[in-house]
């Protein structure tokens, strides 16, 4: 039998720690043979409702779960931990500017970067889940130099599984019988949905996406709109934001990250740019990637077109526009 892992859960208390935990104790990120320690970081004025998740916990009797911290010290949270995920952060509020979200947020994952850099164990996968996302990963990578880059990631996996869900509801096919979209860039609505690369199984056998959609207006306006827009519209339908998916997409990540991603299957995760595709080097950028063994890395070779470049650049730009602010208030 395997031996437990420590997992940390940060922003527990919060709508989607109150989504994956369950899924994490039951086998959805790292395999149903893995039994959890989960380590639950929130907020003081948290703490009650941190308990009470402990609680439900405990009520749900799950096998796997071998133990649970609830805290809101960041050392005691990352004591030993062997995975990550980052949810907690300063939310967005109406009328706050992205200037001012970067700026509470640089400081909440600064102070997290020395956390996981002096307590967490060597070699801890890190996913960050709150916004805005990619920027808090770089913040998190400068401030715990020690951390290998390759050990830290962001979430655009809700984006990839949303572009599979509307493809698969464009065709009337199974989602699972379609694989390899692409999200480039920032967790943002700059983000490019790409589905020119995307396959869906038929009786046919496998067939490019675009040949089967045959609406290149589709795939190239309202399929990436719907998928910029989607989180917005899930906001408006239920004047809260995507909770379930995202946990869902968290678990994705994490569970192909360590146990690997299906032969000729490629997935979206936000990594460090090699300057792959001409990326810049320096940001978190979503790329397609395949993993194995535990290390990711990103597929080579795909056709870039016109089209596609101009989207791309537009959100490497964004994201370069955030991390002249990150710095900015890192200085101060
Ligand atoms: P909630 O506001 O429900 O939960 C956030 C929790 O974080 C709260 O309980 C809060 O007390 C806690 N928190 C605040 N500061 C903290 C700190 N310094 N240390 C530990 N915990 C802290 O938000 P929720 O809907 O759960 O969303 C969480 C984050 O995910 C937000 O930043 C949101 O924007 C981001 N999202 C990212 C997505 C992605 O695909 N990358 C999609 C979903 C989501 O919008």
Redesign the pocket.
């Known amino acids: 039998p395997k031996q437990p892992v420590k997992v940390l859960v940060?922003?527990?208390?919060?709508?989607?720690?109150y989504a994956i935990v369950p899924m994490i104790a039951r086998g959805l990120m790292l395999g149903p043979d893995q039994p959890v320690v989960l380590h639950m970081?929130?907020?003081p004025?948290?703490a009650d409702?941190l308990n009470g998740v402990r609680m439900e916990l405990v009520d749900a009797a799950l096998p796997l779960l071998r133990g649970v911290v609830t805290t809101s010290d960041?050392a005691e949270a990352f004591q030993g931990v062997n995975f990550a995920v980052l949810?907690?952060?300063?939310?967005?509020k109406e009328g706050m500017e992205r200037k001012d979200l970067i700026a509470k947020n640089v400081a909440?994952y600064k102070?997290?970067a020395a956390a996981l850099q002096q307590h967490a164990a060597p070699n801890c996968k890190v996913l960050v889940?709150?916004?805005p996302?990619n920027t808090n990963a770089l913040v998190l990578k400068e401030f715990a130099p020690v951390v290998p880059a390759k050990n830290i990631s962001?979430?655009?996996r809700?984006?990839h599984n949303r572009a599979l869900g509307q493809i698969a509801e464009k065709l009337g096919v199974h989602v699972g019988d379609v694989r390899n979209a692409v999200v480039w860039g920032n967790?943002s609505s700059t983000q490019f949905p790409d589905a020119s690369h995307a396959t869906a199984r038929t009786e046919h056998g496998e067939r490019p996406v675009a040949e089967l959609v045959a609406d290149e207006k589709w795939l190239s306006e309202e399929f990436v709109s719907v998928v910029q827009q989607r989180?917005a519209a899930v906001i408006k339908a239920r004047k809260?934001?995507?909770?379930l998916s995202?946990a869902s997409?968290a678990c994705d990540h994490m569970r192909d990250w360590v146990l690997g991603t299906p032969k000729g299957t490629w997935v979206s995760m936000g990594v460090y740019s090699d300057g792959s595709y001409g990326v810049p080097d320096g940001i978190f950028y979503s790329f397609p990637v395949t993993c194995e063994k535990g290390e990711w890395s990103i597929v080579q070779g795909l056709q870039i077109d016109d089209f596609a470049r101009s989207k791309m650049e537009l959100s490497a730009n964004e994201l370069d526009e955030e991390r002249s602010m990150a710095y900015e208030f890192v200085s101060t």
Not at 87 to 92: D, E, K, L, M, Q
Request: charged share 10%; hydrophobic share 40%.
């Open positions: 940060t922003g527990a208390a919060g709508q989607i720690g970081l929130d907020i004025r948290m409702a960041e949810i907690g952060g300063w939310p967005r909440i102070s997290q889940v709150a916004n996302a962001c979430l655009t809700l984006d967790h989180g809260q934001s995507s909770s995202a997409a």
